[in-house]
């Protein structure tokens, strides 16, 4: 066990109005990506569920999604490939048994989607057409539409989820777990505290809903970062509410930074353009400020090199500002000329409203944050450390993405896992027990957080130094103490004092892992090394931060 390097406390609850209301169903899902829709519609036909999403059904990440869904389709292809392009893009953390259980399931996965209306790109046999990303050693990637797959997941899983009889509950923030004793005297989840919201973001009432089950299926925490591929509404409340919950949480250190996403100048911030990696699957190379081959001989796969690698490579040739562009390369996808509009119509339009023409320029590029390989302890059937509680999709940590993610494996593992966790829940709900509320409210101000947002750019970015993280965590832990229960609570607040929350483990792992690993990467410690073949974990007792460390697998 590691000592807390914070010496602040972290609020245990989220202040709020006291509840005005009460419902009580048989699941609740959070979320309404592909894994909290996959969940939800996966349960519907045996039980009453309630979905709770804080936008709107289709707000989230998934619909954002450019490459596609991973899957061995190809009979030149094998799951045993599959499985050691995942391994080897994790890097030694992944849970061998919970990627082979992913890969099996993909291509199920897939056809269950063609089945519910899913329309994926077809090839010339009519089969589902396939191309290759990073650290693929086949073509396995299905997409839709070319660049829109997380679009038409989406689509799909909204219409049948809605036609199965899921109900909906938009505007309305998740802000903690219920919590009970169940009859074994042991600590469980019961159920959530809901905030419903205006169109401003203010609280209209607070209310309980009680379930049997809690799915938490709310995603990665990518905009703790001023620069991110992640849509505003991904702050990393699953997470927060889970390790005020007291949940076990693991890897939080291992952020991925997508290599590729379209540089808007040095003022961008918030959700900027992706520029997929199956631009690269298609023939285009990166290149710095002076033309140059930015991966040539820094992997064997070169520009199809896993995204860790791709990314780190990109930030060390930035520091040496050749040609004297120190904030960006480029992408050249010249050679895939016109074709590349019918290919990539999304990447296309984003390129062109910033005046640049794929077919004939340079497309200038930088890592931005943009997959959390960390999170939620769980298993592929979503059970967590704390009964009646489960987690599905980006927010779990399952042991499948280890320390850095293999392209198009998360569409892919939310499907899957979100499918198993519902339908486990079909088959048996958890026991059903009474709210015991003993928690400590306080929020974190909002301005606050353009602060907490530039010195997690600035000091826990693709490049780590012990000094940045210090810097980091001092701010941070000052932020802490100053949270209260005098801020007006509304969505910003809420908010706020999650991505806090967030931000807090991926600083304390970040310190406590002395090496480079995936996409965790220490400039005082470049390398892997033996020892750290483990995992960083982070609890949260009565608000206190304590990190720990267990096995692989």
């Given at each position: 066990m590691q000592a807390s390097p914070f010496a602040a406390l972290f609020p245990t609850q989220l202040a709020a109005p006291a509840p005005a209301w009460e419902r009580d169903v048989d699941v609740v899902v959070l979320g309404s990506g592909a894994a909290g829709l996959a969940a939800a519609l996966a349960v519907r036909p045996v039980r009453d569920v309630l979905l709770v999403t804080k936008g709107t059904l289709d707000a989230g990440s998934t619909q954002w999604a450019q490459g596609g869904l991973a899957a061995v389709l190809d009979p030149t292809d094998s799951l045993e490939a599959h499985v050691e392009d995942t391994l080897a893009a994790g890097a030694g953390l992944c849970d061998e048994q919970a990627v082979r259980t992913l890969v099996e399931e993909a291509p199920t996965a897939i056809r269950y989607l063609m089945h519910l209306g899913a329309a994926f790109d077809p090839g010339a046999d009519g089969a589902p057409d396939l191309t290759r990303e990073g650290g693929h050693s086949h073509r396995r990637i299905v997409h839709a539409g070319g660049d829109q797959s997380g679009a038409e997941v989406q689509r799909t899983l909204d219409q049948s989820a809605l036609l199965a009889g899921v109900e909906v509950m938009e505007h309305a923030f998740a802000m903690d777990v219920l919590l009970g004793v169940g009859r074994n005297g042991e600590k469980r989840a019961v159920g959530i505290r809901v905030a419903r919201l205006d169109a401003a973001g203010f609280v209209i009432?607070?209310?309980?809903?009680?379930?049997?089950?809690?799915?938490?299926?709310?995603?990665?925490?990518?905009?703790?970062?001023?620069?991110?591929?992640?849509?505003?509404?991904?702050?990393?409340?699953?997470?927060?509410?889970?390790?005020?919950?007291?949940?076990a949480m693991a890897d939080m250190e291992f952020i991925q930074f997508h290599p590729t996403v379209l540089w808007q100048g040095?003022?961008?911030?918030?959700?900027?353009?992706?520029?997929?990696?199956?631009?690269?699957?298609?023939?285009?190379?990166?290149v710095d400020g002076a033309g140059?081959?930015?991966?040539?001989?820094?992997?064997?796969?070169a520009d199809l090199a896993p995204r860790d690698v791709v990314?780190?490579?990109?930030?060390?040739?930035m520091s040496e500002a050749p040609g004297g562009v120190d904030d960006h390369v480029f992408l050249d996808a010249t050679s895939i000329g016109e074709e590349f509009a019918t290919r990539f119509p999304s990447i296309t339009a984003s390129c062109k409203s910033f005046g640049i023409n794929p077919a004939t320029d340079l497309i200038p590029v930088a890592p931005a944050a943009h997959y959390f390989c960390g999170g939620i302890v769980a298993d592929l059937n979503g059970t967590t450390s704390l009964p009646g509680l489960y987690a599905v999709g980006e927010v779990a940590c399952t042991g499948v993405h280890g320390a850095n993610r293999l392209a198009s494996n998360s569409l892919t593992e939310?499907?899957?896992?979100g499918t198993r966790v519902g339908r486990e829940l079909s088959w048996k709900l958890p026991e059903k027990c009474a709210v015991v509320d003993e928690a400590v409210p306080a929020l974190l101000d909002v301005s606050s957080r353009t602060l907490l947002r530039a010195t997690m750019s600035r000091h826990v970015g693709v490049l780590r130094q012990p000094g940045g993280l210090g810097i980091a965590r001092e701010v941070l832990n000052d932020m802490a103490q100053s949270a209260h229960v005098d801020v007006v609570p509304s969505l910003a607040s809420f908010e706020t004092t999650n991505l806090l929350m967030v931000a807090a483990a991926v600083v304390g792992a970040a310190e406590i892992r002395t090496e480079s690993r995936g996409c965790h990467r220490r400039v005082d410690f470049d390398t892997e090394r033996n020892e750290w073949q483990q995992h960083v974990g982070v609890q949260c007792d009565n608000g206190e931060m304590i990190f720990r460390y267990s096995e692989v697998g």
């Open positions: 009432d607070v209310g309980h809903v009680t379930a049997r089950a809690v799915v938490v299926a709310t995603g990665g925490l990518g905009q703790v970062f001023a620069s991110t591929s992640n849509p505003p509404v991904v702050t990393g409340d699953g997470l927060a509410l889970a390790l005020r919950a007291g949940v040095a003022e961008a911030k918030g959700q900027l353009a992706l520029i997929s990696e199956a631009v690269r699957g298609e023939g285009a190379v990166l140059k081959s930015v991966m040539e001989g820094m992997h064997p796969l990314a780190a490579a990109i930030s060390r040739r939310g499907v899957v896992a």
